[in-house]
């Protein structure tokens, strides 16, 4: 149960600001206002669903609501269509509607049964003033999906390497104030350190201005999205430390790995010893090395966390660091990565450009590297308690994917479903994440 929602970051929206337009009727000696409805004229449709969360046991039910805000009948149909994740079309079927004036109509569906996964779904309408299709998603039994690809057999052992190779390299912190930043209620400090191959990497630290000595702070490491620059955080926490980490080839760390952007996860990608990704994920350890040379920090309270390429960092270093305590994944891309062809661009587009520089490179040895770094392989090796949040129309992270992680975690978790979400960041669930990480901490 959450005790509190702790107070957040602010998040920026849009607002959309409607005028009334006041009409003056002549011949009146009181003038008449008229609001004119920004609907009139049109054709609104909603998708609603049977289930909250677009999630079913066996068959899928939806209502497809048309409100007929013309000003003539509108005849014609409405049609669903439900395909896999690749396109494949497995369902359809259609209505003949008549939508008078002013009318709103429901046209209920009930879709076959389906095998345990995910499935998009369109539906379209046709009738005399317009042609639209509304695109969702459903889940049919998720917790019963299996990644059909297992991991290396030798998957701990080249971690295990990768790690002792990090221990050789002398991390030399270097914390240096940034007065400029610095807030009413907290100090602002960048943070270099030496990682994998000797490289340097960069983050910021915020700490909490405290008149006690002995204080010892929770922590929380955010760590970045793909070709994200983390800045500072600040915020009004007087328990919490925040750590924003930039991997190598990304922010104040690209030093030399500063390639544009969609070669970035392609760098090395054909030998698993020097791919990209090996030292940004031991650059994650080292961050956790930093946080535990610290004595005014509780090492019991380490909170990980990151989005999309963040969130798979989140899982990866929970799985290799057992000193993580919570760990927090929104929408993780890079999961259960050989199902993920033919699904979405990312990364495929990226390999296959590159590809086509490499002579005697084949796509079979780019996905034996890959399975290296697959998120789902990672989650078996988690300990400690994990939420995570989906999109079920997100196009860089598809549902069956991130359930191959989930379904693989073998610890107290948690999964938030957004029916309607692509690859974004849901506000709910920021509040929700950091109420956990309070409770979990009991940080009142």
Known sequence: ??????????????????????????????????????????????????????????????????????????????????????GKELHTDSVKVKIAVNATEDYTFVIPESAPGFYKLNFMIYVTDTQDTTRRAFGIRPDEIKSSHKKPGDFDAFWQTAKQELAKVKPNFKVTPMPKLDTKKSKVYLVEMQSLDTMTIRAWMTIPITNNKHKKFAVLLDLPGYQVDLDPITGDDPDVVLITLNVRGQGNSRGPIDTRHDEFIVHHIEDKNQYVMRGVVMDC????????????????????????????????????????????????????????????????????????????????????????????????????????????????????????????????????????????????????????????????
């Open 285 to 444: 350890l080292r961050a956790m090395d930093f946080i535990w040379s610290r004595p005014d920090f509780d090492h019991n309270r380490i909170f990980v966390k990151g989005g999309s390429m963040g969130a798979y960092l989140a899982l990866a270093t929970a799985s290799l660091d057992k000193r993580v305590n919570l760990c927090s994944a929104q929408s993780p891309i890079l999961c259960d990565i050989r199902n993920l062809q033919g699904e979405v661009e990312f990364p495929w587009r990226s390999i296959d450009t590159y590809l086509k520089t490499q002579p005697g490179l084949t796509m079979d040895r780019i996905l034996d590297n890959l399975d290296y770094f697959d998120g789902k392989n990672f989650a078996p090796n988690v300990t400690c308690n994990t939420i995570m949040s989906i999109g079920l129309v997100d196009n860089y992270a598809p549902p069956n994917n991130e359930y191959a992680v989930y379904n693989s975690l073998n610890v107290n978790k948690h999964i938030m479903i957004f029916k309607d979400l692509a690859h974004d960041a849901s506000p709910l669930y920021v509040k929700f994440e950091d109420a956990w990480m309070h409770d979990e901490f009991g940080l009142y």
């Open 1 to 86: 149960m959450v005790k509190r929602l702790h107070k957040l970051l602010p998040l920026f929206f849009g607002s959309i600001l409607l005028a009334a337009l006041n009409t003056v009727c002549l011949g009146q000696t009181t003038p008449k206002d008229t609001t004119i409805n920004p609907s009139d004229g049109q054709i609104l449709t909603d998708l609603i669903s049977a289930n909250k969360d677009a999630i079913f046991t066996d068959k899928a039910k939806f209502t497809f609501r048309v409100k007929n805000k013309t000003h003539e009948e509108q005849v014609g149909s409405v049609k669903y269509q439900v395909t896999t994740e690749t």
